[in-house]
């Protein structure tokens, strides 16, 4: 039934609840999985080679890339190895996350996309708004969001 299941992090507890499901389902469908982190592009990147000439700002880059491998490979690399599960890709992209997930959904086929969702209500919501709200809106297949256990619904 799925080909193919993009899993979304931002390496929140949701997250790592949610990559679970990704994880379960992947095995049962024998699914490819698509590990996906989106990092927030810089407000400007030009004001970085202001404060910090151009070989620095490449070194920050490059520091911060080896610390997304090392968080992937201690959340879900190590725990898929362990599990005996080897069809998987992982993805470090840099931008908007809804944008950025549709993208890869739509890039890698993708047939599910698994994301844990923090439930922001109230002002929260209005302010940041909701990654997931605006996946499920645009995605060009189903998307599963996974809360916590234990987190009660409340009317906003």
Not at 1 to 30: P, Q, R, V
Not at 40 to 48: F, I, M, S, T
Not at 94 to 106: H, K, M, P, S, V
Not at 137 to 152: E, F, I, S
């Amino acid at each position: 039934m799925f080909k193919t299941i993009l899993f979304c992090t931002d390496f929140s507890e949701s997250a790592h609840w949610a990559f679970t499901y990704a994880l379960n389902l992947s095995k049962i469908h024998g699914s490819r999985l698509l590990i996906l982190h989106v990092t927030p592009e810089p407000v400007h990147p030009e004001q970085l080679s202001i404060y910090l000439p151009p070989e620095k700002v490449e070194d920050l880059r490059t520091a911060q890339k080896q610390g997304l491998e090392r968080e992937l490979k201690t959340h879900y690399l190590q725990r898929m190895d362990l599990e005996g599960f080897h069809e998987y890709q992982v993805l470090i992209k840099e931008g908007e996350a809804f944008y950025e997930i549709i993208q890869a959904a739509r890039q890698g086929a993708a047939d599910l996309i698994v994301l844990g969702t923090h439930g922001r209500t109230g002002l929260d919501h209005v302010f940041f708004g909701s990654t997931a709200e605006r996946v499920v809106r645009q995605a060009p297949c189903p998307v599963m969001t996974v809360r916590l256990p234990g987190k009660r619904f409340t009317m906003a």
